[in-house]
């Protein structure tokens, strides 16, 4: 499975931005896809993961109610909707898939993206 982030960029505080990531190599419609974020010196921290079927989605603590996750209809794409971005929002943001375990942690997915930087600006 390969995963190609995209749509990161330089923003000022305040606006939003838009992440996709695609898949290919496999169908992803019965696996759930999420998103991580790595700021530089900080450990990967938890964005937001969506299930197989689309109908539960979990969201980190920092990003609840500012970032929504949602999938494209051929399932093997995945968005990140980012609004109200904050300066502490910047970091390489990456996609992955859902393998089992805590969907909050890295290490229960299995295939990754290779990243996409997002930068706000105050």
């Known amino acids: 499975v390969q995963l190609q982030a995209s749509g990161g960029g330089l923003v000022q505080a305040g606006g939003s931005l838009r992440l996709s990531c695609a898949a290919s190599?496999?169908?992803?419609?019965?696996?759930?896809l999420g998103w991580f974020r790595q700021a530089p010196g900080k450990e990967r921290e938890f964005v937001a993961t969506?299930?197989?079927?689309?109908?539960?989605?979990w969201y980190g603590d920092s990003v609840k109610g500012r970032f929504t996750i949602s999938r494209g209809n051929a399932k093997n794409t995945v968005y990140l909707q980012m609004n109200s971005l904050k300066p502490e929002d910047t970091a390489v943001y990456y996609c992955?898939?859902?393998?089992?375990?805590?969907?909050?942690?890295?290490?229960?997915?299995?295939?990754w993206g290779q990243g996409t930087l997002v930068t706000v600006s105050s």
């Open positions: 992955a898939v859902y393998g089992s375990g805590s969907v909050h942690y890295h290490g229960s997915h299995t295939y």
């Open positions: 190599g496999r169908t992803l419609s019965s696996h759930g």
């Open positions: 969506i299930s197989w079927n689309d109908a539960t989605t």
